[in-house]
């Protein structure tokens, strides 16, 4: 089983959430409970754009040096298919021959263009598309677009070209040549190439796909230097125009398909959003535009997720441009006839494509509507947003957030306002404290006997909460915390923690800012209706809680139990006693400071036997 295709170190990510505006799929997912954002692997077409924007090198993709050298030290023959955009990515080699000949030196028996394969790809394609039968197609040479329309678009599955890659075609090929028991290593610029070769079997066979940066590892590793090596060519049959596949029109010219504005029958679009739109608008308009749709996700293969990233668009194309210009000068042109007649006869070039719908079901319009409106715009007039959450509008980003795919945080408005927010509520308390204190000195010159008893009682009690091994929280009608244990803001996390070195007990937070919106509502709902819920398991993130909502005071303040029941059990029994006995022994005590503390006595007394009756009715 092959590991995943991305993967994110979460060590090093630095919560950017670049990755998650880039990709054009929403692949990658936002966590409530978790910081650092998690692939949905199921849902990623190999793209690679999240690789393109993370700065800290946190995303990875599988490695596949290992597997190569391995298969090399294998004794059996091994031969390099080499992708024609190797000739973009090595400009500071002088001479093709040179990175030839540095690739035989890692161990491969052969070295052969992919260039050969592009050609008699090209001549199916323009058989298909001149003998034209009614229906329009895509071209299906690049991974992800082919992914894309498996699992987003499975509606035009059947308008990609039943044609396999060149890459493929390319594994064909060297079978041909060298038998069946030869080992095939791709290299390229094509991340998705690596999950393409897991389609194919027996002759089509791809058995690693190497990166062009990968292979420039293999050769740092192993010392291989242009200066110490010789002039070695590719193994014949050497490619014809098909060493102009690294630009997104290169296999129309090899194919000798037009694309004139008049009469051709092509459009050829690549890049992120040029692809992204045509396929709407091929899945919405073929019929009017009445055209075949030749489509690379990246700017070509000169620029795709697997070249160095210092590499120049245009240097790379004007360098392949180039090489093919050399290669063409003293081409052999009846040889390459004769060798692409006789292997196109021995090829299948058919391929097959499976629906993957990876499609999410609408959500509840109601759901959508309440996440708009926390994030304040539900009745606004700017519906298409700011786009910096790398969703198309605002309605869009509500989806996806009632699809558990993102959090109401990655709205950025929303995020700032929050924090805005909280911060007031801090500064607000803060100076509720100041004056609190204030009260208490002068409270202190006239009773301070009175004051140190009851700060003993209020300090036991607290004392108390915080020994308990379920979590509690207790809290007003404005959902601001008036209490919690350190087992309450052990299970929010790493966020409350911080919080509560500021403020402990995390007192006058805002319930809303520490918890999702739909486990605050259980807050709301007590609070306003004065009806007690028990023994509700409730999702927080990858946590089952077992929680308990009761009113202590009807329509001002309630309380919960929160357990985690991944964790081992607790002995209610023991919980119940200790409180009972902290009742009995201070009650005497709460009633004669009463009158300093007001109702806070009577609070506190029905905070505790609310919370006894929680366990009792968990118990039960």
């Known amino acids: 089983m092959k590991p995943p295709l991305i993967a994110i170190d979460s060590q090093k990510c630095m919560v950017c959430f670049a990755c998650v505006r880039a990709c054009p799929v929403n692949a990658i997912q936002v966590k409530s409970n978790s910081e650092a954002p ?19 090198l946190a995303i990875t993709y599988r490695d596949a040096c290992k597997e190569t050298m391995e298969l090399l030290a294998s004794g059996q023959k091994v031969a390099a298919i080499v992708a024609p955009s190797i000739s973009g990515e090595f400009d500071d080699i ?88 030869t080992k095939v290593v791709y290299i390229g610029p094509c991340i998705a190439a690596k999950d393409e070769a897991l389609r194919y079997e027996g002759r089509s066979k791809v058995d690693a796909v190497l990166t ?11 010392n291989i230097k242009e200066s110490t090596v010789e002039y070695s060519d590719f193994d ?43 396929i709407r608008e091929f899945e919405s308009s073929v019929d009017f535009i009445r055209k075949h749709f030749n489509l690379f996700y990246c700017e070509g293969c000169l620029m795709g997720p697997g070249t160095s990233k210092s590499g120049k668009k245009y240097l790379r194309k004007t360098l392949v441009t180039d090489y093919a210009n050399k290669k063409l000068k003293d081409f052999d042109s009846k040889t390459w006839q004769k060798a692409c007649n006789k292997h196109i006869a021995g090829s299948d070039f058919k391929a097959v494509f499976h629906t993957d719908d990876q499609r999410l079901p609408e959500p509840d319009p109601e ?73 208490l000195v002068e409270s202190e010159k006239k ?39 350190q087992s309450f803001i052990n299970i929010l996390g790493e966020d409350a923690a911080e919080i509560n070195e500021i403020i402990p007990g995390l007192v006058g937070a805002d319930l809303k800012t520490l918890l999702p919106f739909q486990f605050y509502k ?62 009995d022994e201070n009650l005497d005590l709460v009633q004669k400071i009463a009158f300093l503390l007001g109702e806070g006595a009577a609070r506190t007394e029905r905070m505790l036997n609310s919370i006894i009756e929680s366990h009792k009715a968990t118990k039960r």
């Open 236 to 278: 014949p049959p050497l490619g014809y125009k098909g060493s102009l596949y690294a630009v997104s029109n290169g296999i129309l010219q090899a194919a000798g398909l037009s694309e004139d504005l008049m009469n051709g029958q092509i459009i050829t679009a690549e890049g992120k959003e040029n692809v992204l739109e045509a």
């Open 38 to 56: 998690v692939v949905v692997h199921d849902r990623c077409i190999g793209c690679g754009s999240c690789l393109q924007v993370c700065a800290p």
């Open 367 to 439: 759901k959508v509507n309440e996440i708009l409106k926390i994030i304040g715009k539900l009745n606004s007039d700017d519906k298409l947003g700011c786009g910096a959450c790398g969703y198309e509008s605002c309605n869009e980003f509500a989806k996806a957030v009632a699809q558990g795919l993102t959090k109401t945080d990655m709205c950025i408005t929303y995020s700032q306002k929050s924090k805005q927010d909280f911060i007031k509520t801090l500064k607000l308390t803060n100076e509720k404290l100041a004056h609190t204190q204030e009260a």
């Open 212 to 222: 062009f940066v990968e292979l420039r590892e293999l050769f740092n590793e192993y």
């Open 522 to 583: 259980l807050f709301t709902g007590v609070i306003s209706n004065n009806e007690n819920l028990v023994n509700r398991d409730v999702h927080l993130g990858e946590k089952l809680l077992n929680v308990s909502v009761f009113s202590i005071k009807k329509g001002k303040i309630a309380g919960a139990v929160l357990r985690d029941m991944y964790l081992p059990e607790v002995r209610k029994e023991e919980v119940i006693n200790r409180v009972t006995e902290v009742i």
């Open 94 to 181: 002088t001479d093709y021959r040179k990175f030839v000949k540095m690739i035989r030196e890692l161990g491969f028996s052969y070295v052969n263009e992919v260039s050969f394969g592009v050609d008699m790809v090209a001549e199916k394609y323009r058989e298909l598309f001149t003998q034209f039968m009614g229906r329009y197609y895509i071209t299906a040479n690049c991974p992800p677009i082919v992914a894309l329309i498996e699992k987003y678009h499975p509606g035009i599955i059947d308008n990609l070209a039943p044609l396999i890659t060149p890459m493929i075609a390319s594994a064909q090929l060297v079978r041909q040549l060298y038998g069946e028991e």
């Open 447 to 485: 009773a301070r006997r009175d004051q140190q008893l009851a700060q003993e009682a209020l300090e036991r009690t607290s004392s108390m909460l915080q020994k308990l091994p379920s979590a509690i929280v207790i809290v007003d009608e404005n959902l601001k915390v008036i209490e919690s244990n």
